[in-house]
C-alpha cells in the first residue's frame, strides 16, 4: 500500500508494515517502532484494507455485531490473527459498554458467561491475541516487557472519563507485578482533536474529570461546542499513573476514511478496526 494516509505533526509515526493474504493479496497494517523491538510480543492496528468484507464493510471489518456475513467476518481475524502465527480461535475480542471493566483470561476462545461486558483484556499467556474494536474510539494496547504482560482496552469518551487506561495497567499490577514505569502504551488510530467535537454537557465532564487540564484537552469554539482532545486525556490518565512512555497515533480515523473507518464519517453504515497484541510462543 502507498502511504497516502494523512498525518498529524507532532505525533508518533506509525510504520506500514504489508503481509501477503492467502490469496496473494496485500494486508497492510500499522505498528509502532518503538514496539516492534521487543521480541517478545506482536502487535498492530488493522486497517480498512486486507480484508474478504464487502460494501459498507469493505474490506477488512472485524465486527461480528454488524450486519456483516459472519464468515466474511472470520476470514478477516484469520487473516490478522496471521500476523501473529494463530488462527482467529486464538483471539479474545473485548465486548465493550463504554465501561471500565477490566478482564484477566488465560487461554483463547470466548470468556464465559456470554452476557459479560468488559472494554479491557489482559494476559500474560502466549498464543492468546488480544483485540480492542473501534472506529473513531481510541484502542489502547499496553505491553510490560519485564514481567512479559499485555493489555489492551476500548476507549470512547466514557471509558477515558472514567480512567479505563488506568484501570488495565492496575489489573495487570495486581494479576502479574506490573510495575507501572515499565509499562510501554500505544495508543491506537482514533478520531483527533482537531476533529472530535462535543457539547457544552461533555465538555463540562471533562473539566470536572479532569481539573486543572482543561486548557490541554478542550478548545472552547463559543457556540454551544468545544473540541475534546481524547488522546491527550488518555496520556494523561496514564502518566498520573506512572507509566512512562506513550505512543500516540498520529493517523486520525475521521481524517483519514478511505484507510479506516469512521462513525463520525460514515453514520452507522461502518465496519470495526481493531488494535491487537499478544505475547510470542517460544521457538
Ligand atoms: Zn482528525
Redesign the pocket.
Known sequence: MKDDLRRKAGKDFLQIRSYVNEDGSELPVLKFETLEQYSFLEHCYSLRDGGVSEGIYASMNLSYARQDDPENVRRNYERIAGIFGRHAEDVVVTRHEHGTHVIRVDHAGEPEPAEMRYDGIVTNVPGVVLCALAADCMTVIFADPVQKAVGVCHSGWKGTLGRISREVVQTMTREYGTDPKDVICGIGPS??G??YEINDEIAGKFLEGFPGHGAEILVDKHNGHQMLDLHKCCEITLKECGVRTVLVTDV?T??NPEHLFSHRVMGNAHGNIGAFIGIKEEV
Open positions: 478520531i483527533c482537531d476533529c486520525c475521521m481524517e
